[in-house]
């Protein structure tokens, strides 16, 4: 197949990195060519616009950092809607409001192809082991011409139905629960420390029973140590789906109070410039708090 | 050895059951006999009082519901503490204040016995499998004593050092993880719900992949259907151990914003009187608070 | 001077009476006219669309329900912004977002006219008697020319300077403010009842001391009585409000742990569709879940 | 009447000097006899104990700083539980726990002693000035025989009725409303800030509007201008009395999601040891966390 893929962050790369591997024509673009280097040596082909890189595309995906930049690589001009061939398909995997999803999914329609909604979790180590997990909504036919591409970059495919917008809404709820657990274990550890345990023996005894999963035990481990490297996401990246999420809860007229801590503390660390850190750093909110002075 | 046993809820039977089954002598008490029955006829003793059952044991194990049920048997008269033979080791099991920890243990060493912290964590068909998960704290001679029997019961033992309230700190902070996952996945399935997707197949989901652990997987299921059968432990026993918690966190200065949350939830279930389903069903709240009627 | 008056609630029927009384030439729209009968009895004049009032007015006030009723009236076809003469101006009394204001102002000013934003505070029964309060900001010269008919709808005018988006702020966090005390109320009111305290005691003793104000005097007292008549304005239309505040607050990247906690109670009152009562109404959110049973 | 009078913080000091300028006999103790010279000079009589205070007083009057030394001052040896002639009366105005009162009270019925619970509202200036507001609960023969005292401290007594615990929970009531309006004026005026609007101007507003009141005004101001002085009462000592507020509104099952945030707030500010300033600074959380740098 010919595979377009449009955003090369950290993400983007593993992802369509993977792609390439099984010998798929994969085109790229990005807004800087430099991210692109390595995958172009190894085959990739580069194109100037959206617009170049879909119209000779059977698959576009898009995984870029919000709703704007999605909208101007698929609406602008000359954006990748225009450009896409007729039964095409554009893969949409950014984190992104359900809106969004729907009003693109429209326009795609009016132009006989599909969008599909497919956003993605894990961290860039995951994206490059190809062991993401995928979930997915929108056109049935669509998704299953997809699949053995999906199957390159996940280790698993969760589907969500044909209201588009529905992956989106599950992905946002995927980053609230993450966030749940980051603060929840923030003041778990730190009740601990004012008390004189070792943040790291709660976190060990934890991690490895009742929340034996990954997100308790890699998250955890940074909340812990209070080291939050590397930086799979900045604080202000999260926060931005904490807003789709509370947008999404305001308009469904669903009270969320551990929605709003979440994005309470990362609006306070964004607020004091903590930039450089890895989201989970919010955790950081907790111990200040607690009076531990400053980690972050 | 000579064990006794104090205390006969769900959980204690289970555990008194475990000792029972590896050829040691199990002396119990309880409140009311007739819960005693099946471990008699499989070969327990029965004492009428506290005292008498620890009047010859090496070990006695205590399992009761509260600091106050605590210091009954062991303080009242006839208790426990002075009938335990010089040498004798109390493992106290109850979810109880760190502060009445160390009240007893400061009480046991006078007479020249021990007392050691040491919660549990699992449901009673887990504690009936002898699969909890232990951790303790205190005198380092007496943990290594009772060792051999923590493995009759659990499948793990964690170890919080000397400061004998430490296991109890680690234990409340257990349960309001506990509480922090269900209050998340309450909010995520209902705002789910009220944008058309199936909280079962969220569920299925995270479940199975960043979330893969029994809290997720146990109590979320119950939270997806809303059906919060079997009772591991009411929303009033619960809300009983977020007290402590909160006790625990004012006294050591460290604002809890999700510990105070999960005690609102649970404070909201008892004051309407919700008593007879699991905790986890104070997900409930925030369901009926999104305006989607009540199922408990 | 000829006033041109959009908006004929309660607010704006009590407003635009009050210019007309002191002989100024009135001209009404809204979207149904019957609303109007009075106002055109007692000699005002009537328009078929937003620019026909406007067109031959020196002053056009808006008093509408929300952003988009202000954008419709305004730059609709036929709106008031084509229609109003060079030099005319627009003072804008809806509780809207400041960055609507500040994009009418803009308009406004590319036509050589102006916008100033005047948001009022006060029910209706305080509209009629001419004794709102105000808070205005914009381009000064707009400002001092209207100030005498500011003078005939309230009891003073408080300035935030030429940022015209400032007073839609101050007006939003006004609201706010009444939120808070509305739910400090009700959690005292409520503790209060929980412990055999008669709540209009409560109410009695505070609204007459330490909270002498109206907002505790009037609010209070539906809180007292759990009787949320007469309706000044609705659930719904204050949640719209504070959800405004909450989007001024995550853009200018503040947290507002109250502001969270009103809208949260606004928003499961309008989950449950509880809408014919006043706003104030929110306040049997604590009530009920105290398990004091519905009043509402 | 001979009047004994213990505990001579600033409060204290201010109210026994207004009992003695009307010609009272006045027995002063406190812990140290410093603070009671200006007083001894002013004629006021010295006791050693609180025994000997009250051994030949109608009323003795009691304003000390918690529960404890309440207790101490009453049951300690020698306290004034059993020097107080039969027949006399302890007003006791300390900001205490309701449960404190009730057992106080039954110890002073076993005496053929009357207590009443009278708690006061007002800074410490305006216990100079006599004008503060009483509130008052217990025994009606009691409250009938000091009420002239009474007239002599305050402006005016509300009465809450025979359960001497209900003014000690109304007192708790009124702080907690306090610390509601310190925070809702925090969020407001940091909002108007990080919006380019001044403090200053949006305090003038409301405090002299929607929400003339004293506490708007004068705790407002504090706000407004982020200038914690004077110290009428210390984080450290409003903190206690919020912790008090939880623990009647958790024996009585009462959620209070505003409590809970003015209590964290209070937790944050001890936790960083932020003693020397007047609680209302635990505002300075509010704009440290919307990223607005340090003021206190």
């Not at 369509?16 to 591997?21: A, E, R, V």
Request: with cysteine; net charge negative; glycine share 10%.
């Amino acid at each position: 197949m010919n595979i377009a893929f449009i955003g090369l962050g950290q993400m983007g790369r593993a992802m369509s990195g993977n792609l390439l591997k099984s010998h798929h024509t994969v085109t790229l673009f990005n807004r800087s060519r430099s991210k692109a280097e390595d995958l172009l040596a190894a085959g990739a082909r580069w194109a100037d616009t959206p617009a170049e890189a879909a119209s000779e595309a059977d698959v576009v995906f898009t995984m870029v950092s919000d709703d704007s930049a999605l909208e101007e690589v698929t609406l602008g001009d000359p954006g990748l809607l225009n450009a896409l061939p007729e039964g095409g398909i554009h893969v949409s995997c950014s984190t992104i409001s359900p809106d969004t999803s729907r009003r693109l999914a429209a326009e795609h329609e009016l132009k006989k192809t599909a969008y599909v909604a497919c956003p993605v979790f894990g961290k860039p180590e995951v994206a490059e082991a190809g062991r993401l997990w995928l979930c997915q909504s929108g056109n049935p036919a669509a998704k299953e011409r997809i699949r053995p591409l999906l199957d390159l970059i996940g280790q698993g495919v969760f589907d969500f139905g044909e209201d588009v917008g529905a992956a989106n809404v599950v992905k946002l709820a995927g980053n609230f629960l993450i966030g749940c657990a980051i603060e929840a274990m923030a003041e778990a550890f730190t009740l601990g420390e004012k008390n004189g345990i070792d943040r790291k023996a709660m976190w060990e005894m934890f991690s490895s029973t009742l929340f034996a999963a990954p997100v308790y035990r890699n998250y955890g481990k940074m909340i812990a140590e209070e080291h939050y490297q590397p930086v799979g996401a900045t604080p202000a990246l999260i926060r931005k789906d904490m807003r789709l999420l509370l947008e999404v809860a305001q308009q469904s007229v669903t009270p969320m109070p551990f929605g709003n801590i979440v994005f309470q503390q990362l609006t306070a660390t964004v607020a004091k410039n903590i930039g450089h850190i890895d989201w989970a750093g919010f955790a950081g909110e907790v111990s200040e708090n607690a009076g531990l002075g400053k980690k972050r």
